[in-house]
Each structure stands twice: as structure tokens, then as C-alpha cells.
């Protein structure tokens, strides 16, 4: 335990940056990952052929073991964080994608119904009322990414991409136990505390009207 | 003035679901759609709004085919209330019922007048429900919502889709007279759905009674009550449903028609009706004046006569017999 506080505060300033690194490898994948799965997940639900497509493409993706993916995209964009960055948001997609799917399609269909007899177009039905009730879903799809993101990202290290991963592999290597429970422990903290901010960002972003229930 | 002219469904190209209906429905009119579940009622309904297509066939919208019109316009033009209400629950009441104005571009203070507005018709305080979500309200205050929120662009003509039929049977009376109420008000004309002849019965100018896709029979309940066209609304209706509804029997209902000395009854001194006095009116006068014979006087001629006898063979012929007293509908008169 002492060997443990002694290491972190020796080694803070390397904690932090390593930290960092592997923020920003997660953020960018997971926010790319939204930006692209969000419209996919929204665009499907239009045709259900386009829709089994998509999700059984992307359901292969997740089965790829995360060190077979990283070497699989060796080839395509050589290593450090390109790789990473592609990596992740691969699987990132696949709970964004489905989340957005699901949550829209399971908008009660009465309301949608009413929706159109009221005179709204499908985009308008899409960003006025579908979109709105799908949050909560949608959310906690962009969260299991994240999550999922900031557990693959320790393994980025192996491509040369750096990242809190540097800090358990080279403590296995090295035998410096404190070196990696400390990368480990700042994973997990990390990942906690992201989960925790996007719960009030989803709890800021959701109508009253269907949290109260 | 809504017009239906030889209109024809069909799902998938075989299944007939709408079959040679034509239907013309006056402005202002209260008409009910009455039938079993599957008789097409609600597709009919729902080509009106074009949220099906005809077949084949026209249908008119004071004179304009609506093939004519952007089914997005012509449907926000259109009121429309369903069964399960819909309100958008991620939006307050009064965003509910703003929402076809804001659909259409309104000025948001006109707006935001219009719901208070609404909100009060409904009965609801708009102080206290303006800003509250659909989940806090009981069943029979979403649906005044519902009904608020399809008349927020003021439209000519509203369809409603059962809407009352999943509420207790207390709030749906409440809720059936104050849309009589309301269309006495704003005379728009009203196309209700529903598969419950008393509800067709209380609130109809007109009822269509459908079945498999027809219309066997498009009348006032009045008439559809004492003319059923065939067997098949007689039992739709049921034969006791005049004992139900006795304020729709008239004097000449209950006359004898044959009364041997009918002519020379004289009509001036006594007391005398005329063939559409109620029911009601006549046991009245009988009971005040303590009447034996009753002259039913039209144009000065004497068409029937209201007797003792009469009046119990009418009670023998629509009296319920065990069978019709096997679900009691008497919460509202």
C-alpha cells in the first residue's frame, strides 16, 4: 500500500498525462462514433432490409477480438493512434447504432400515429417527437461505448499508441506492481467518473415528462 | 361537406377491407361510424385523412378531391383524435396542443392565446395544467387534451377514433356530452368511430352502421332505432335499445292508426297532440287531464288515436326480454 502512494506521488505528472492520452484516444473514437452511428441508427429505421444490413455488420465488428482488431487495421492505417482511434470507434458503434435503432422504434406506436394524422413529415415526426423519446435509449448506448472505449483503449499501447495501457503493460513488465494497479485503478476511475457525467448530461438532455414516470 | 363516392380498399390487392361505400356527410353534421371490430369503419375513416390510400373511388372535401391536396396539408387541416390519445409525453399540455400551429408557422403569442383558450373549453384550469406533463393526468383529462390539441388549428372537420372507449364509463359520459356541448358551439363536423351502439346512438346526427366493409344502413339514430333496414341491424342495435332510449318514441309511435270511429272524434274542446310530441309529453297530459283517448291531430285531421291500449301494446312489443338486460349501459341517460 505504502510502495502504491509512494509510486503515485512520484509519478503524478506521468499518471495524469497517460491519463490524458487516453482520453483524448477514447473521446475522439466515441464522438466519431456518434457523429456517424447516431444518423445510421436514425436512417434505418426507414428500411428494415437497410436495417438487418447494418446490424449484422455490426455485430461482427464486436465479435473481433480487440487485440485482432488492432492488428487486423495494421495494413490499412499502420500503427500509434490512427489505429487506436479507428479501433475503438469500431466498437463503438455497434451500441450507438442499435441503441439509436431500438429507441426509435420502440416510440409508442400510438403517439406516433397521432403524430402523422396530426399533419407532421417524417423528419419532422424524426427530430420533434421520435428523437426527443428515444434519448434516454440513445444515451445509454453512447454510454456502454464509452465505457467499452476506455477499457479497449488500454490495450492501444501494444500498436504504439499511448494511454493509460503504457503504465499496466510496462508494470507487468517491469514487475512494478504499483506502476500498473495505478493504471489500472486511473482506468476505472475514469471510466466511472465519464459514466457518471453523461448520466446528468442524459438527465439534462431528457424531457421531464417521461423521467417522472 | 365530406363526400365518400364508390370507395374501395383493399389491403394487398385481395383482402376487400372498404367495398362500394359512398357516404355524404353534411357540414356541421355529427356522424358515427358503428360496427363490429373488422367492418372497415376505421379505414374509412382513416382514407378521409388520407392515412390510407382508396383504392379506387373519390373522396371530397367541400367539393375538392383530396387526391388533390399534400396529404401533410391536408391532414393538418384535419383534426384527429384516437384512442389511445398519443399526446407526446417529452411535451408539456400546453406544447401539446400547440403543436399543429406551430407545425404551421403561427405567431407564438397567438399561440400561446389559442391554448389558454382551449385549455379552458376543456374545463381544465389553464393556471394549473398549462405546464404539466401527459403522465400526471388521469385517462379522461389526457383525452380533453386530445380533443384541445385537434382543434388547435381551428379545422373543419375533426375525425376521432374511438376516442372515448378507453375511459371508465362515467368519464366517458362526462366526455360525450361535452362534445355534443362543444359541437353545438363550433358546428364542426365531427366523423367519431366506434364499435358502441349507445355511444353511436347518444351522440349521432347520423349513424353509418357498417359491416364487412358496407354500409347496411346510414340514417338518424331515430330512424335506424324504429326502421332497422334488415336483421342484421336489428340485432346490431338490439330490439330492446328503444326501451332505452324512450325520449326518442313519438305520438305517432304510439297511436292506433285503425280506430273505428276515428273521424268522428271532434278535435275542438279536448286536448290533442301531434305526431311528434314526445312520449313523455303525452303521459303527461294523460295523467293531468286524467284523458282515456288521446286524438294525434295533423293538419287538422286526425291520423291516430293514443289509448290505454295502445300505449301497452307498444310498452309489450319493446319491453327487453332476459336477453337484453345482460349488460346494463344505464350510466347516462
Redesign the interface.
Known amino acids: 500500500m505504502s510502495a502504491y502512494i509512494l509510486y503515485v506521488t512520484n509519478s503524478w505528472e506521468q499518471i495524469l498525462s497517460r491519463s490524458g492520452e487516453h482520453v483524448y484516444l477514447a473521446f475522439t473514437a466515441v464522438g466519431l462514433a456518434c457523429l456517424v452511428g447516431i444518423p445510421i441508427g436514425l436512417l434505418i429505421n426507414r428500411n428494415k432490409k437497410l436495417a438487418n444490413i447494418v446490424m449484422n455488420g455490426a455485430n461482427i465488428l464486436q465479435t473481433i477480438p480487440s487485440l485482432a482488431m488492432f492488428a487486423l487495421l495494421i495494413p490499412l492505417v499502420g500503427i500509434r493512434d490512427k489505429n487506436a482511434i479507428l479501433a475503438l470507434f469500431l466498437y463503438g458503434l455497434l451500441p450507438i447504432i442499435k441503441n439509436t435503432y431500438t429507441g426509435i422504434r420502440n416510440v409508442?406506436p400510438?403517439?406516433t400515429?397521432?403524430?402523422?394524422?396530426?399533419?407532421?413529415?417524417s423528419m419532422?415526426m424524426l427530430y420533434?417527437?421520435q428523437a426527443?423519446?428515444a434519448i434516454p435509449v440513445i444515451m445509454a448506448g453512447v454510454r456502454i461505448a464509452t465505457v467499452t472505449g476506455i477499457g479497449v483503449a488500454t490495450i492501444a499501447t501494444l500498436i504504439g499508441s499511448g494511454g493509460l495501457g503504457t503504465l499496466i503493460y510496462q508494470g507487468i513488465g517491469m514487475m512494478n506492481y504499483p506502476m500498473m494497479i495505478s493504471g489500472a485503478i486511473a482506468a476505472a476511475l475514469l471510466a466511472l467518473l465519464t459514466d457518471y457525467i453523461l448520466g446528468l448530461l442524459e438527465k439534462m438532455m431528457?424531457?421531464?415528462?417521461?423521467t417522472?414516470? | 361537406m365530406i363526400q365518400l363516392i364508390d370507395v374501395y380498399k383493399t389491403f394487398n390487392g385481395n383482402d376487400m377491407v372498404v367495398e362500394d361505400l359512398s357516404l355524404e356527410i353534411e357540414e356541421g353534421e355529427l356522424v358515427v361510424l358503428v360496427g363490429e371490430s373488422g367492418c372497415g369503419k376505421t379505414t374509412t375513416m382513416k382514407m378521409i385523412n388520407r392515412l390510407e390510400e382508396v383504392s379506387s373511388g373519390t373522396i371530397m372535401i367541400n367539393g375538392k378531391d383530396i387526391k388533390e391536396s399534400d396529404p401533410i396539408k391536408l391532414r393538418r387541416n384535419i383534426g384527429y383524435v384516437i384512442q389511445q390519445v398519443g399526446l407526446f409525453p417529452h411535451l408539456t399540455v400546453g406544447q401539446n396542443i400547440g403543436v399543429v400551429p406551430r407545425l404551421t408557422k403561427n405567431d407564438p403569442a397567438k399561440i400561446a392565446k389559442r391554448t389558454i383558450e382551449l385549455l379552458e373549453m376543456t374545463g381544465l384550469k389553464h393556471e394549473d395544467y398549462l405546464n404539466r406533463y401527459p403522465n400526471e393526468l388521469s385517462g379522461g383529462q389526457q383525452q380533453r387534451i386530445g380533443v384541445a390539441r385537434a382543434l388547435a388549428n381551428n379545422p373543419d372537420v375533426v375525425l376521432m377514433d374511438e376516442p372515448f372507449s378507453a375511459l371508465d364509463p362515467i368519464t366517458r359520459c362526462q366526455l360525450q356530452d361535452e362534445l355534443l356541448n362543444l359541437q353545438e358551439e363550433l358546428h364542426k363536423t365531427f366523423v367519431f368511430v366506434t364499435h358502441d351502439v349507445d355511444e353511436a346512438i347518444k351522440i349521432g346526427d347520423r349513424i353509418a352502421v357498417m359491416q364487412d366493409g358496407r354500409i347496411m344502413q346510414y340514417n338518424t339514430p331515430e330512424n335506424i332505432l324504429k326502421n332497422p333496414a334488415n336483421q342484421f341491424i336489428e340485432n346490431f342495435v338490439g330490439q330492446d335499445r328503444l326501451w332505452k332510449t324512450p325520449n326518442m318514441l313519438r305520438a305517432k309511435d304510439i297511436m292506433d292508426k285503425n280506430y273505428e270511429n276515428m273521424k268522428d272524434i271532434k278535435i275542438t274542446d279536448i286536448v290533442i297532440v301531434q305526431p311528434d310530441t314526445s312520449l313523455h309529453e303525452v303521459l303527461q297530459l294523460r295523467e293531468k287531464h286524467e284523458l282515456q283517448i288521446i286524438p294525434v291531430v295533423e293538419e287538422g285531421v286526425t291520423v291516430g288515436i293514443i289509448t290505454e291500449s295502445s300505449i301497452l301494446s307498444l310498452m309489450a312489443e319493446i319491453i327487453p326480454g332476459n336477453e337484453g338486460l345482460k349488460c346494463p349501459h344505464t350510466y347516462c341517460t
Not at chain 1, 400515429?113 to 413529415?121: I, L
Not at chain 1, 431528457?206 to 417521461?210: L, R
Request: hydrophobic share 40%.
Open positions: 409508442d400510438a403517439i400515429e397521432a403524430a402523422k394524422g396530426m399533419g407532421m413529415s419532422q420533434k417527437v426527443p423519446l431528457t424531457s421531464k415528462g417521461i417522472s414516470k
